[in-house]
């Protein structure tokens, strides 16, 4: 049974720094491309950052320099820093694990998300 589970979400002034997990279940990180997605009211989702199951990591450039994605494969984690957040980084915030370990664009499992706020 695969399972996301996200937590860290908070309400934060512009400037400040959260950093979000991702606990997975049923399968390993470690052979599959993972990621972190948000979506803010009105706004398809976007892909903040991935991480290949050979630790390659692409992020958007929005968040360039502000947010890093690793990994954790013995603890099972996915975890997002997120520094000198702004307004615009407001959203709900998801997990999602890719179909094969690179990442092709292609999602097989989501987690049910945390709330961010930046204002």
């Known amino acids: 049974h695969v399972q996301l589970v996200e937590s860290g979400g908070d309400s934060v002034q512009p400037g400040g720094s959260l950093r979000l997990s991702c606990v997975a279940s049923g399968f390993p990180v470690s052979s599959y491309c993972m990621a972190w997605f948000r979506q803010a009211p009105g706004i398809e989702r976007e892909e903040v950052a991935a991480?290949?199951?050979?630790?390659?990591?692409t992020s958007a450039d929005a968040v360039k320099g502000r947010f890093t994605l690793s990994k954790d494969n013995a603890k099972n984690t996915l975890t997002l820093q997120m520094n000198s957040l702004k307004p615009e980084d407001t959203g709900m915030y998801y997990c999602?694990?890719?179909?094969?370990?690179?990442?092709?664009?292609?999602?097989?499992?989501w987690g049910q998300g945390t709330q961010v706020t930046v204002s």
């Open positions: 999602a694990r890719g179909t094969v370990p690179y990442c092709n664009g292609r999602w097989g499992n």
């Open positions: 991480i290949s199951s050979a630790g390659r990591t």
